[in-house]
């Protein structure tokens, strides 16, 4: 077992070194690789200052590492970058929301974007 940081992931992403995107791909096939829930901020902080990825893009290229990955909540995970593709939310309010949706956790914020899609999106069932 062993844990994979930010740059693993980004270069398996990108696929865009000759030496290290395979040595990433090589890395993430060969064990069982953990991923650790707050190293996907930094990735999507990456993916869009620098490389200018859009939301949707981002959040599909995180979720074709999932199946590669070890990740604590992997359905929590995957329903928060499913909503920050679709809203204008920071990702840390996508896990709130889903948190929300999934458990019914209650959210105190004073965000009024998170507070409307707390209201109106539907909770997911599990069943």
Do not use: W
């Amino acid at each position: 077992m062993k844990y994979v940081d930010t740059n693993i992931l980004l270069r398996f992403i990108l696929k865009d070194h000759p030496v290290l995107s395979p040595m990433a791909r090589d890395i993430l096939k060969s064990d069982e690789c953990h991923l650790l829930p707050e190293v996907i901020p930094e990735i999507i902080y990456v993916l869009r200052s620098v490389y200018k990825y859009q939301r949707e893009d981002i959040a599909q290229a995180i979720q074709r590492l999932l199946p590669l990955v070890v990740v604590k909540e992997q359905l929590l995970t995957s329903l928060a970058l499913t909503y920050f593709a679709q809203f204008n939310l920071d990702y840390v309010d996508c896990i709130l929301l889903a948190r929300n949706k999934l458990y019914g956790r209650e959210v105190a914020t004073l965000d009024k974007e998170l507070e409307k899609k707390l209201a109106t999106v539907p909770p997911v069932s599990l069943y």
